[in-house]
Nanobody, 126 residues
Framework: QVQLVESGGGLVQPGGSLRLSCAASGSIFSRYTMGWFRQAPGKEREFVAGITWRGGSTNFADSVKGRFTISRDNAKNTVDLQMNSLKPEDTAVYYC???????????????????WGQGTQITVSS
């Protein structure tokens, strides 16, 4: 079992940047895809970005392409989400998740992920 803990959330102005980190602890799988999801009030939980275990393949939601970057450091068991040019529409609780079955690709369906963090609040407002 893997425990995931997000950090780096907070309040940021529109156009600003923020970097989220997700630290994994417990029984770490050698191969797993890491993904970021978010959920805003009144909206469905949606896929934001993901990265395969080796880091060779990434995937992003259309709404964040060109603005967000995902990376991972397997030696440190962390995955980061660099968020630039933030918009009020990015306001949500952000979750990191691990997919141990489809470690070779990035799936966008939240039901495919096996382990979840508790989430961190991101608020984009002036």
């Amino acid at each position: 079992q893997v425990q995931l803990v997000e950090s780096g959330g907070g309040l940021v102005q529109p156009g600003g940047s923020l970097r989220l980190s997700c630290a994994a602890s417990g029984s770490i799988f050698s191969r797993y895809t890491m993904g970021w999801f978010r959920q805003a009030p009144g909206k469905e939980r949606e896929f934001v970005a993901g990265i395969t275990w080796r880091g060779g393949s990434t995937n992003f939601a259309d709404s964040v392409k060109g603005r967000f970057t995902i990376s991972r450091d397997n030696a440190k068991n962390t995955v980061d989400l660099q968020m630039n040019s933030l918009k009020p529409e990015d306001t949500a609780v952000y979750y990191c998740a691990a997919d141990v079955n489809y470690y070779y690709t990035v799936l966008k369906n939240s039901s495919e992920y096996d382990f979840w963090g508790q989430g961190t609040q991101i608020t984009v407002s002036s």
